[in-house]
């Protein structure tokens, strides 16, 4: 059965993100020979649209609308349901970022649809499509799949492979006009902290310091070594709470979810609740100076010594390759 599948795009700081061009990846396995809509939300979007046709959607709906420049809940959702009025699809797939594990849940309320959320992997088992999830703090995975109503899910940055680009792709893009109203929050100013360098839930390899940094000093050469590798930096809670570095680069259950191609747990001791946000990470390189850390279990490569003797070794030796 060919179904017609919505994607919601992501937009964040005037580009489209990586997670986007998976969830058309993904929409194009649910479809089954259907149709992928790619759908962008903001103002001045339109531009962007093509990006999502070249990877994969058939064609784009956008919807321009100034209550949309920058999140909110209740004005994604009013528009969110009302494309899904005009277009009345079978699935719906965004990515599971701050910004889908906010807005789905509310959209699947009013929809009164299951969803199932921070979904790794899309299969085909004959016309059904089955999602694998973590559960247990990714200890254990599961397989879903939706029996009745519109099949709603949320896909980990990461984790599906987009599709290959093809800029000679062309498709529709229309525009929508929506109705935002009753909006209980408004953004009237949006302040950054300066971290820059590379966003930690799309990056491809991270460099992630623990306690035994031992201050906010101790984070300089991991951040030589990202910096080498063009990687994100990131963190333990332990780090955070010792106030080495700042919450945003905090990874575990109560941080964020990485899944990169490498990732590097250095000072860390591998606790539960940090092994919850990182170990589905492809491959895993631990340094700590205790043999017996836990980290070690689930590390692919591990480096038994001090790390501020062991890390500029590496870095020195990555310059050159
Ligand atoms: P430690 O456990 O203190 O480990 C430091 C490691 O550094 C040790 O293994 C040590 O051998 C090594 N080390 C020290 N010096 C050196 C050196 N010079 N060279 C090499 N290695 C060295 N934690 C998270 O990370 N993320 C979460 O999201 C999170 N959520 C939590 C939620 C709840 C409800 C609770 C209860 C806890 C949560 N935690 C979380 C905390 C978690 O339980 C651990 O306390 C925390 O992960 C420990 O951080 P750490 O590994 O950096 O520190």
Do not use: W
Request: glycine share 10%; net charge negative; proline share 3%.
């Amino acid at each position: 059965m060919a179904r017609k599948v919505l994607v919601i795009g992501e937009v964040r700081d005037g580009e489209l993100r990586n997670v986007s061009f998976e969830a058309v990846a993904a929409g194009k396995e649910v479809a089954n020979g259907g149709e992928v809509v790619g759908v962008l939300l903001g103002e001045n979007i339109s531009d962007l649209a093509n990006q999502l046709i070249h990877y994969g959607a058939d064609r784009v709906v956008a919807v321009n609308h100034p209550d949309l420049a920058q999140y909110t809940t209740d004005a994604y959702q009013q528009a969110i349901l009302q494309v899904l009025d005009v277009e009345s699809p079978e699935a719906l797939i965004l990515g599971h970022t701050s910004i889908g594990k906010d807005v789905a849940p509310r959209v699947a309320m009013k929809l009164g649809a299951g969803l199932i959320s921070d979904v790794i992997s899309v299969e085909k088992d004959g016309d059904e499509i089955v999602f694998t999830r973590p559960i247990y703090s990714g200890k254990a995975f599961e397989k879903k799949k939706v029996n009745e109503g519109i099949i709603f899910a949320t896909i980990r940055p990461n984790n599906i492979a987009p599709l290959e680009q093809d800029a000679s792709k062309s498709g529709d893009v229309s525009s929508l006009t929506v109705d935002i109203k009753d909006l209980r929050t408004t953004i009237r100013e949006v302040v950054r902290k300066a971290t820059g360098g590379v966003d930690l839930s799309e990056a491809k390899v991270i460099v992630a310091g623990g306690r035994g940094v031992k201050s906010k000093e101790g984070f300089e050469p991991l951040q030589k070594l990202a910096d080498v590798l063009g990687a994100a930096v990131g963190a333990s809670r332990g780090a955070c709470d010792a106030d080495y570095c700042d919450y945003s680069l905090q990874i575990g259950q109560t941080g964020k979810v990485v899944t990169p191609d490498l990732y590097f747990a250095i000072g860390i001791s591998g606790a539960i609740q940090h092994l919850a946000g990182m170990s589905n990470s492809k491959v895993i390189v631990a340094i700590n100076k205790d043999p017996e850390a836990p980290i070690f279990e689930v590390a692919d490569y591990g480096i038994v010594g001090d790390l501020f003797e062991v890390v500029p070794l590496l870095t020195e030796e990555l310059k050159n390759v």
